[in-house]
């Protein structure tokens, strides 16, 4: 059976990655460490709960009454379907991973009906979006020191989804989402399992590049190299945290790598689609979603005068570890698990 490029330059990053983790194992201790405790502390308690009330509303039809108050203006504003733009709202409130969430689960629910996955696809250009608590608390606060910085940042997100919906509205047609016959009624029970399932793979994920990316950058350091906050924030959006000296000329920048979500997260959306649809347009949308983003803040600061400073949180996540060689044995075991499996993930993007 012949192997394709692809296939063969995947199972190669694995092993390079795989032999980094014994190379640094310092480095592969701590990021492991880390990234446990981050979803321990931080990813499951703030997501878990959200991620069962949006499947629950969105699978029960609450969203009917809801978001019946904003309903007429956003038809106008976006032709499509009221399940779409239920996912939409959600999405904008959730944060990144919601919205490929619940696409995922229409399509699931619809994998028959080509038309409807078709526009589920389409749809994940746009329904994503950073979360107000993660724009005003870690990236206003946590970068600028000002929650208004954070608050230009998201409301640039929301207004980029918005055209990009906005156009893509008219160009394709996003009505009739639901097919005759699968309209469905929610249970609590279905939807707890359902975020369970999508957390897990969230969690994988970013221990696995949080990983990948911890061994890289030490590769690079052992030449002299030296990311910037920026540069690392692009693939794992947490870094910017640690940006040391703040200006308001970063705002646009960082509006667009948050537009984004960075790689690990388009990975942990594309870990929790699956087979179910593709993700080549969710992919291709990221760049002009986030040059729409950066326009956007500049433009109000334009019209806004904010001061920055260095701020106070604590951005760093410290842990005593010592890493010993039983432990980096079994770390790097996990690793290559954990890669064989997000491969596996990603085969379908």
Known sequence: MKMKTSDIAKALSICVLAVLTVVFPKETADSTVNSINVCINSIIPSMFAFMVITTYIQDSGAYRFLFRPVMPLLKRIIRAD?????IFLLSLIGGYPVGIKLLKEETAHNKYYSAIVNKCETASMFCYCISPSFALIMIGSGIFGNPAAGAIIYVSNILACLTM??????????????????ER?????????????ALFTVCTVIVAFNIALACISALLRSFGIEMSPLLTGIFEISNLLKTDSPSVSLIPI?????????????LQCSAIAGSCFSLKSFFAARIPCAILSSLYSLLFLQFTDISVSASTINSQYIYDFSANKIIVLI???????????????????
């Open 82 to 86: 009221e399940r779409l733009l239920s």
């Open 165 to 182: 919906a906005g156009i893509l509205s008219r160009v394709y047609d996003l009505k009739s989402l639901t097919a005759s016959g699968t």
């Open 185 to 197: 009624k929610g249970s609590l029970t279905d939807a707890v399992n359902s975020a369970s399932r």
């Open 254 to 266: 960082v509006s667009g790598i948050a537009s984004t979500g960075g790689l690990c997260v388009m």
């Open 331 to 349: 770390l790097t075991a996990m690793c290559i698990i954990i890669f064989y499996r997000s491969d596996k993930f990603f085969r379908k993007v």
